[in-house]
Nanobody, 117 residues
Framework: VQLVESGGGLVQPGGSLRLSCAASGLPFTFSSYAMRWHRQGPGKERELVATIGSPISSTDYADSVKGRFTISRDNAKNTVYLQMNSLNPEDTALYYC?????????WGQGTQVTVSS
């Protein structure tokens, strides 16, 4: 199983980034997994940022990102996205995607997002 995140980088405060997570090798069809984005900032605990459900693509967000981040998925491409707008330095973190189904979790290696002027 591979979850490969991409799209991170250095961005100025107020800027935007779009993260992608491409999944392969999952035991069941991608569309049957709830997909989640987590992040871990320097000196902080890991935080669940956004979730998109299965089979209904309901979404949920941490209060810290609500209204700024949008999670979406393309089941035909086995990919989940995180559109991040109005970024601020507190969003600096390693962002991980996670596939969950019936209590089984798979994790990617993460992509670094740094928000700095």
């Amino acid at each position: 199983v591979q979850l490969v995140e991409s799209g991170g980088g250095l961005v100025q405060p107020g800027g935007s980034l779009r993260l992608s997570c491409a999944a392969s090798g999952l035991p069941f069809t991608f569309s049957s997994y709830a997909m989640r984005w987590h992040r871990q900032g320097p000196g902080k605990e890991r935080e669940l940022v956004a979730t998109i459900g299965s089979p209904i693509s309901s979404t949920d967000y941490a209060d810290s990102v609500k209204g700024r981040f949008t999670i979406s998925r393309d089941n035909a491409k086995n990919t989940v996205y995180l559109q991040m707008n109005s970024l601020n330095p507190e969003d600096t973190a390693l962002y991980y995607c996670n596939a969950r189904r019936l209590g089984f979790d798979y994790w990617g290696q993460g992509t670094q997002v740094t928000v700095s002027s």
